[in-house]
């Protein structure tokens, strides 16, 4: 009984190790391929159009703030208690919208980007499973996180998913 068990567990190894050596692995740099994409291109120069936006009206209430800072500056002396107290109450609202429009910025700026990236990485996703199971790969690892791999082990499936995109470049950065 015991040598039944032992010669089956040692063919079940022997088995796994086969299936595990047969397999064929692939790696992919998803940011190049991200970064490639048109829509990439697109979604950066929204995102700057949105961020100027922004710009203009944080700098519009600096633009505010330091005119009636310098007003206030050069009238204080002939100001009597309670203007003064009204003025810098102004001016601390002034400060505190300003800084309630930057933290609205930064908040609308990162919620755009991810509205604009979310379809644009399900995009690459879809091509990477796609020439994937064209290629019979059983797993696909991110290059840059990767400790180790043997080159010759590993197809680099980067171009292909370009290809799959319909990213042509003449010139790409090497590949990790």
């Known amino acids: 009984m015991k040598k039944v068990?032992?010669?089956?567990?040692?063919?079940?190894?022997?088995?796994s190790s086969t299936t595990l050596f047969a397999q064929k692995l692939g790696r992919i740099n998803s940011q190049e391929v991200i970064l490639?994409?048109?829509e990439t291109k697109e979604m950066q120069t929204s995102l700057q159009a949105v961020q100027k936006d922004w710009e203009e009206n944080l700098e519009a209430i600096n633009v505010e703030f330091n005119n009636k800072l310098q007003e206030f500056q050069k009238n204080l002396n002939t100001m009597s208690?309670?203007?003064?107290?009204?003025?810098?109450?102004?001016?601390?609202?002034?400060?505190?919208?300003?800084?309630?429009?930057?933290?609205m910025a930064q908040q609308d700026l990162g919620k755009k980007e991810q509205e604009l990236m979310t379809p644009i990485v399900e995009k690459a996703q879809k091509a990477i499973q796609t020439v994937s199971k064209a290629g019979g790969y059983t797993a696909i690892f991110e290059s840059g996180s990767l400790i180790y791999f043997d080159e010759a082990t590993m197809t680099d499936i980067t171009p292909l998913v370009k290809k799959e995109l319909g990213i042509t470049e003449t010139a790409t950065p090497a590949a990790q």
């Not at 068990?5 to 088995?15: E, G, N, Q, S, Y």
């Not at 208690?81 to 930057?102: S, W």
């Open 5 to 15: 068990l032992k010669l089956t567990l040692a063919v079940a190894m022997v088995l």
């Open 36 to 38: 490639a994409m048109p």
């Open 81 to 103: 208690d309670a203007v003064r107290q009204i003025k810098e109450k102004e001016l601390n609202d002034l400060r505190t919208r300003g800084n309630e429009l930057q933290q």
